[in-house]
């Protein structure tokens, strides 16, 4: 029914490519008056939430915007930083637009070398002989199928643990890849992929996928 | 069907309890640096997780599957971790994760006084019991060999 996202993974666990096929959006914007009934920190540049849960607003999620205008990480436009801002009983009372927040390019980078050690310590840890990495990794809110090629290359889909027919998906983008990247003259090994024709097939896959709906709980 | 090893860990950490049944392939290392190893694994895949998931997730890590085994998760509020490894047929096993959790190690750790919390279980009722629940397992029975 829903595939997340697409990541691509050289054989030295550098992220040569990543889409984002669907993201759901989870925000939740609330007036606020003093002082605040959450805890907030500041964690990776961004301000979250530490404790308490309401209305919508989880644990982990950032600050969005303020009075309807973004937050640009721990600071506002005007480059106030954000804690000092809330914590002054002038401002009040004021909305904020909290939700999940999304992965930086870096942080995508940091996580495709992080699932490249993981898959290698999943064989090694293995009990039974000849074993891969990992190739399916369940949660209760995603299925994460990882196709290694011969050659290292690894692909990777987040999907709906609903979601059927991954395996077949799988090796249609390993097809596309070699079709439309590998053939590409401008394209340099184990480099970012930048190439129309791969993003376009690669999409065109993904809708086919999606198309073939979810069965049961199986894989 | 089989299983081949379970590993409990608290929350720092430390493996309480170890215990293999079918394990063909040892990992090449002692088992203190195997224990160290499968914790960071499991470490870095909740926040992989974490981080991964386009939702919010309540439950998080639950499995992975390689081409050879399987491997189920389970955590409790309080950071116990059991892990269990498996063959690939076998389905879900949370409820029987969370048994040996609760009918196991709380009944025969958590209250027995003597057992020192955060340290490897010594008790050899508690490993006795944990034994016979593992084998009693309907998916259990060993492939010839």
């Given amino acids: 029914m829903v595939v997340f996202s697409v990541y691509v993974v050289n054989k030295a666990g550098g992220l040569v490519y990543q889409y984002d096929n669907y993201s759901p959006r989870s925000d939740a914007e609330k007036t606020f008056s003093f002082p605040l009934d959450l805890v907030l920190k500041v964690h990776d540049e961004r301000v979250v939430v530490a404790f308490g849960q309401r209305d919508g607003i989880r644990v982990g999620y950032a600050v969005l915007s303020i009075n309807g205008t973004d937050v640009n990480g721990r600071h506002m436009s005007d480059n106030r930083d954000v804690l000092e801002f809330l914590n002054n009983s002038f401002n009040y009372p004021l909305a904020i637009r909290f939700g999940r927040p999304r992965l930086t390019s870096n942080e995508k980078l940091m996580l495709a070398s992080m699932f490249h050690s993981l898959f290698a310590i999943g ?56 079709d439309f990247a590998l053939k590409n003259p401008f394209y340099s090994l184990e480099m970012p992929i930048r190439c129309e024709l791969f993003e376009q097939n690669l999409k065109a896959a993904l809708e086919v996928a999606e198309k073939a709906g979810t069965f049961g709980t199986g894989s | 069907m089989t299983v081949h090893n379970l590993y409990i860990f608290d929350r720092n950490g430390s493996c309480l309890h170890y215990n293999e049944w079918n394990r063909k392939k040892q990992a090449g290392m002692s088992k203190e640096q195997e224990y160290q190893l499968m914790y960071g694994m499991l470490f870095s895949i909740r926040s992989f997780v974490n981080k991964m998931s386009p939702v919010d997730s309540s439950d998080g890590f639950l499995s992975f599957n390689t081409s050879r085994y399987k491997l189920h998760y389970y955590e409790t509020a309080t950071g116990v971790k059991i892990v269990i490894t498996t063959d690939l047929g076998v389905g879900s096993i949370r409820d029987i994760l969370s048994q040996i959790y609760s009918t196991i190690y709380v009944e025969y750790v958590v209250k027995n006084p003597l057992c020192g919390l955060n340290e490897p279980i010594q008790s050899e009722l508690f490993r006795s019991k944990l034994d016979n629940y593992i084998r009693g397992l309907a998916f259990f029975s060993a492939r010839a060999g």
């Fill in chain 1, 123 to 178: 064989s090694q840890l293995s009990p039974e002989p000849g074993s891969s990495g990992i190739e399916v990794l369940e949660t209760d809110t995603f299925k994460l199928h990882c196709f290694q090629t011969l050659t290292g290359i690894k692909f990777i889909v987040l999907a709906d643990p609903r979601q059927a027919g991954i395996d077949s998906l799988l090796r249609k983008i390993y097809e596309i890849y070699s």
